[in-house]
């Protein structure tokens, strides 16, 4: 019986493919989790840059931790000319701050204020089709449930944030914050990890009185990967995975 091939989707993350047999599986939703400064955005943004740089895929960055306008700065560091792409219609980046502190938002795309979870489900919905998007990245699902004020109902917002996603036919990375990964505590509310089909945890570790980081794939669906922690760095091209530097 010959094993059911499945698509890959390349990360564009120099390391990571070898991990898990060349890429995430088309059409999936990942979960990136770690605690603040464990390098989440660069990770998410890289995905989505990559993607129309290199892969030809049109990506959807959905920002509700920090402006626009920051966001395309702090790519720009790495290199990463996010305009020129936006400007092809092959990068769109949806601006989820500025209403929520009250401010009108000079992007193409922005939330509304007071937009209930179906009301922000469709708009991106509709970016997703604008751009014929392949890739979407939401930064961040803790984000997500203070702005709708949906904290206390966060498994119904993530259960329907999945349908959705599963119907659009992206590859999906969500990220969420993990307060304390050591203590098995991987995100913020306890279910995020739930609902996607794969989990990559990104940390720090003590090593010799410095702070070292590492990468650690928890769950990926029709995909045999590692449990191991591998080293990765954020170089000025972004992010490095180094997968034959097993060391901790």
Do not use: C
């Amino acid at each position: 019986m010959s094993r059911h091939t499945v698509e890959r989707v390349k990360t564009g993350i120099p390391g990571l493919d070898d991990l898990i047999e060349g890429g995430f599986p088309r059409g999936t939703t990942v979960l990136v989790t770690g605690p603040t400064g464990s390098g989440k955005t660069t990770f998410v943004a890289q995905f989505v840059y990559k993607g129309a740089e290199l892969y030809d895929e049109p990506g959807v960055i959905v920002t509700l931790e920090e402006r626009a306008q920051d966001l395309r700065r702090e790519m720009m560091n790495f290199g990463w000319d996010v305009k020129k792409y936006e400007e092809e219609g092959k990068i769109a980046i949806i601006d989820g701050v500025s209403s929520a502190v009250g401010l009108p938002s000079e992007e193409r795309f922005a939330l509304e204020e007071g937009l209930n979870i179906e009301g922000f489900l469709r708009y991106v919905y509709r970016v997703v089709k604008t751009i014929n998007a392949r890739r979407l990245v939401v930064d961040s699902i803790p984000s997500i449930a203070i702005r709708l004020r949906e904290e206390h109902n966060i498994r119904e917002v993530l259960l329907k944030l999945n349908t959705i996603l599963l119907e659009m036919g992206v590859t999906t990375i969500l990220t969420t914050e993990a307060e304390d990964p050591k203590r098995g505590k991987l995100s913020r509310y306890g279910v995020e990890e739930y609902v996607a089909r794969g989990v990559i945890l990104l940390d720090f570790i003590e090593k010799d009185v410095e702070l070292k980081r590492y990468l650690l794939i928890r769950k990926m669906r029709e995909t045999r990967h590692s449990m191991k922690k591998y080293p990765f760095e954020i170089t000025e091209d972004g992010v490095v995975v180094y997968p034959s530097g097993e060391i901790y």
